[in-house]
C-alpha cells in the first residue's frame, strides 16, 4: 500500500498538471476569440466573392476559363490537408488523419494517383507513419497564418491543376461552427463547380439573374483576374477556419483535463487520508497494549 509521503508527492505532481491545464485554457480560451474575429470577418468576403464568381461564369461567353473547366478525369487528384503543429487538443487532429486516411485509401481501391500538400507537423507525422509521401510540407505556420501563405499555397494548388496534370484538388480542414462545435470538412477546390443559373431562356440557356454591369475590359477579363484571388481566398478561409478549430479544441481539451484533475485530487486526498486514519489508529493500538503490558 502507498504510505503518505508517496500520496502527497502524487498530489502535488497532479496540483502542478493542474495549474499548467489551466493556464494553457486561459492561453488557448484569449486565442480563440481573435482566431473567431478573424474567421468571422473573412466569410462576408468570401461569400459575396463566390457570388460575383458564379455570375461572371454565367455571363463568360465562348470557352470557360481553365479553372472552371470540368472534365471530371479524377485520375490525378491533389489533396491540401490542414492540421495544427501542436498537440494538447483533444481528437482534433485525429479526426482529420482518419478522414484523410479513408480519403487517401479510397481513391487508391479506385486505382487513382493522390499526392498530398500537408499543413502542420501532426498531419504530417500522421500520414508519414503510413507510408505517405509529401509534395509540399508547410510547418511551424500556426500564429503566422497570414493572407501571403494563404496566397502560396494557392499558387501551388493552381499550378498543380493547370500545370501538372491534376484533374482535381481538395481542401480537407476543420470548419470552425463556435467555440463548442468543429467539424472536419472535405471540399473540393478545383475545378470551381460551375454555377446554378436563376433561369433559362427559351432555348434552354442559362440565363443570369440580378443586376448586370458593364465590364471593362471584358467579362472574361475580369474573371481571369477574380478567379485566383478566389482561390486564395477559399485557402485563407481554410487555414482560419483550422487555427481557430485547435484553439477551440484545446480550450475544451484543456478545461476537461483541469476537472479531471480536480477530481483526481480529491481521490487521492480521500485515500491519503484513509492510510493516514489508519496509521494514527494502529499508533493508539500500540499504545493502549503497551499499558496494558505494563500493567500486566
Known amino acids: 500500500m ?6 502527497r508527492r502524487r498530489i502535488r505532481s497532479v496540483k502542478n498538471t493542474q495549474q499548467i491545464t489551466r493556464a494553457m485554457k486561459l492561453v488557448a480560451a484569449s486565442k480563440v476569440r481573435r482566431a473567431q474575429e478573424r474567421i468571422e470577418g473573412l466569410r462576408p468576403y468570401s461569400g459575396k466573392m463566390e457570388e460575383l464568381v458564379n455570375s461572371l461564369a454565367l455571363r463568360a461567353e465562348g470557352t470557360p476559363h481553365p479553372l472552371l473547366n470540368d472534365d471530371l478525369k479524377d485520375d490525378k487528384i491533389l489533396l491540401l490537408v490542414v492540421t495544427s503543429d501542436k498537440g494538447l487538443c483533444g ?44 509534395k509540399r510540407e508547410f510547418t511551424e505556420v500556426y500564429g503566422k497564418i497570414d493572407y501571403r ?43 470551381l463547380a460551375p454555377p446554378v443559373p436563376d433561369a433559362v431562356d427559351p432555348h434552354g440557356e442559362p440565363v443570369a439573374g440580378g443586376v448586370d454591369y458593364i465590364y ?12 485566383p484571388r478566389h482561390i486564395t481566398v477559399q485557402v485563407y478561409r481554410a487555414l482560419l477556419d483550422a487555427e481557430a478549430s485547435e484553439f ?17 485530487i480529491r481521490a487521492l486526498t480521500l485515500r491519503m487520508n484513509r492510510v493516514r486514519q489508519a496509521s494514527i489508529t494502529k499508533e493508539i493500538l500500540e499504545v493502549v497494549s503497551g499499558a496494558d503490558a505494563l500493567k500486566g
Open 2 to 7: 502507498p504510505s503518505l509521503r508517496d500520496y
Open 91 to 134: 481528437g482534433y487532429n485525429a479526426a482529420i488523419g482518419r478522414l484523410a486516411l479513408q480519403f487517401l485509401r479510397r481513391r487508391e481501391e479506385q486505382g487513382k494517383r493522390t499526392e498530398v500538400i500537408i499543413v502542420g507537423r501532426k498531419g504530417r507525422a500522421f500520414l508519414a507513419r503510413r507510408g505517405y509521401a509529401f
Open 149 to 191: 501563405l494563404a496566397r502560396e499555397i494557392a499558387l501551388l494548388l493552381m499550378k498543380g491543376f493547370l500545370e501538372e496534370g491534376f484533374d482535381e484538388v481538395h481542401i480537407l480542414t476543420t470548419e470552425f461552427f463556435s467555440i463548442l462545435r468543429q467539424a472536419p470538412r472535405l471540399s473540393r477546390l478545383l475545378p
Open 216 to 227: 471593362e475590359p471584358s467579362v472574361m477579363g475580369v474573371l481571369s483576374d477574380i478567379l
Open 248 to 264: 477551440g479544441a484545446r480550450m475544451r481539451a484543456m478545461d476537461s483535463a483541469t476537472s479531471n484533475a480536480a477530481e483526481m
